[in-house]
C-alpha cells in the first residue's frame, strides 16, 4: 500500500445526474438556513437594492412588519443554494426560472429549507452530454409556510454519455 | 417618521406608463468578492463559482458567476427606480439567463413596463416589468419578468 495520502485517496463525489432526475422524485434539501439581519442587510446594499424595507428597521416597522425584513431576491438565491448539490451541483448552467412567486414576507431570525420535486427531463440536442431537467421547488419557513415557490430548469450531465 | 421623505418622488404607481422603457444610471463591476460572498452566504455548493483552480481547465477558463447573483444583481441596479417605493415583491417569470456574467465583469440594467394593474388593497398598484442585463460589450446577457406591489402616490405621499 502506497504511504501517499494521494494515492489511497478516494473522491467523495457529491451531486447527481441526468439518470438520477426520474420525473416525480421528490427531494428534501440539505442543512436549512437561518437569515441574519446582517446578511440580508449586507446583500441588499451590495445588489443596490435601495429599497428601504430592507435596511432601515424604523421604515419596515411603519410598514407594518416586526422590523428589517429580508430581501427577496436573498430568499430566492438561498432556497435555490440550498439544492444545488441535489439538483445540479453535478451539472451544467441554470437556464432559466418560471412562475416564481412569494408567498409571505420572511424576517431575520427565520430559517428556511427547500424541497424539489422533478416536473420534466429531456437530452438535450444542441448541448452533447447535457440534458434539461425541470424541476419544482419549494420553500419553507419554520413553521412548515410555504414562502416561496418557482420552476428552474438546467442543462444537466449525462452519467452515460450518448454517442 | 415620515416615511415619504425617505424615497423618490417619481416611482410611484402613477409615474409608470405602459411601454416605458428606462436605462437605469450606474452599472456595477460585480467583484470575485461580492460574488463568491452572495454564492456561499446562500448556500451553492457548486464549485465552478468558487473555484478558480478547477475552472482554469474548463471551457470558460475561469470561475463562472452564479445566475442567482446575475438575477439579483441587476434587479437591484434596477431597484431605485423600480422597487424603492415598492410594498411587496410579488414574483418573477421568464427568467433567462443568456449568456455569462464572470467574476469582474460589469452589469448594467434596462427595465420596461409590460403591465399596471390595480391591486386589492387601494393604496397601491401592481406594475409587472421587464428587466434586461447587458454586460461591458453591450451582450444581452440577462431578461426577466418581475411583479411588484408599489404604492399609489395619492395614499402615501404625504405619509
Same mark, same amino acid.
Given at each position: 500500500?502506497?504511504?501517499?495520502? %494521494? ?17 416525480? %422524485?421528490?427531494? *428534501? ?12 442587510? $449586507? ?7 435601495? #429599497? ?37 451541483? @453535478?451539472?451544467?448552467?441554470?437556464? @432559466? ?6 408567498? $409571505? ?13 422533478? $416536473?420534466? %427531463? %429531456? ?5 452533447? @452530454?447535457?440534458?434539461? !431537467?425541470?424541476?419544482? =421547488? ?15 430548469? #438546467?442543462?444537466?450531465?449525462? +452519467?452515460?454519455?450518448?454517442? | ?7 423618490? +418622488? ?33 448556500? #451553492? ?5 468558487? #473555484? ?17 447573483? =446575475? ?22 417569470? *421568464?427568467?433567462?439567463? *443568456? ?13 420596461? !413596463? ?12 401592481? !406594475?409587472?416589468? *421587464? ?17 411588484? $406591489? ?10
Amino acid at each position: 500500500m502506497s504511504d501517499d495520502f %494521494r494515492a489511497r485517496a478516494r473522491l467523495v463525489p457529491k451531486g447527481n445526474r441526468y439518470e438520477d432526475f426520474e420525473p416525480g %422524485r421528490v427531494f *428534501k434539501h440539505h442543512w436549512g438556513r437561518t437569515l441574519t439581519e446582517s446578511e440580508s442587510t $449586507l446583500f441588499s446594499t451590495l445588489t443596490l437594492h435601495f #429599497n428601504p424595507h430592507y435596511f432601515n428597521a424604523a421604515y419596515a416597522r411603519v410598514h407594518g412588519h416586526p422590523g428589517i425584513v429580508a430581501n427577496p431576491l436573498l430568499v430566492f438565491t438561498t432556497v435555490f443554494g440550498l439544492t444545488v448539490e441535489d439538483l445540479s451541483e @453535478g451539472g451544467g448552467p441554470f437556464l @432559466g426560472v418560471n412562475q416564481l412567486t412569494y408567498h $409571505l414576507p420572511v424576517y431575520p431570525g427565520d430559517s428556511l429549507r427547500a424541497e424539489s420535486i422533478v $416536473l420534466d %427531463r %429531456r437530452v438535450s440536442d444542441s448541448h452533447k @452530454g447535457f440534458g434539461i !431537467v425541470t424541476w419544482h =421547488t419549494r420553500g419553507f419557513n419554520q413553521r412548515e409556510e410555504e414562502v416561496i415557490d418557482f420552476k428552474r430548469t #438546467n442543462l444537466v450531465r449525462l +452519467r452515460n454519455q450518448q454517442s | 417618521m415620515k416615511v415619504s421623505e425617505l424615497t423618490g +418622488r417619481h416611482n410611484y404607481f402613477e409615474d409608470f406608463t405602459v411601454g416605458d422603457v428606462m436605462k437605469h444610471a450606474r452599472g456595477k463591476t460585480v467583484e470575485p468578492m461580492e460574488q463568491v460572498w452572495i454564492t456561499n452566504v446562500t448556500m #451553492n455548493t457548486a464549485e465552478a463559482h468558487f #473555484n478558480e483552480h478547477l475552472t482554469q481547465s474548463m471551457p470558460y477558463g475561469r470561475r463562472l458567476g452564479f445566475g442567482g447573483v =446575475t438575477i439579483s444583481m441587476c434587479i437591484g441596479l434596477a431597484a431605485e427606480d423600480t422597487a424603492e417605493n415598492a410594498l411587496m415583491e410579488l414574483g418573477m417569470d *421568464k427568467i433567462r439567463l *443568456k449568456g455569462p456574467l464572470h467574476h469582474g465583469d460589469t452589469l448594467y440594467c434596462y427595465s420596461e !413596463v409590460l403591465e399596471t394593474t390595480d391591486a386589492k388593497q387601494p393604496d397601491a398598484g401592481i !406594475v409587472r416589468f *421587464k428587466h434586461y442585463g447587458v454586460n461591458q460589450d453591450d451582450k444581452h446577457i440577462f431578461e426577466g419578468e418581475r411583479t411588484v $406591489l408599489i404604492k399609489r402616490r395619492s395614499h402615501w405621499g404625504d405619509k
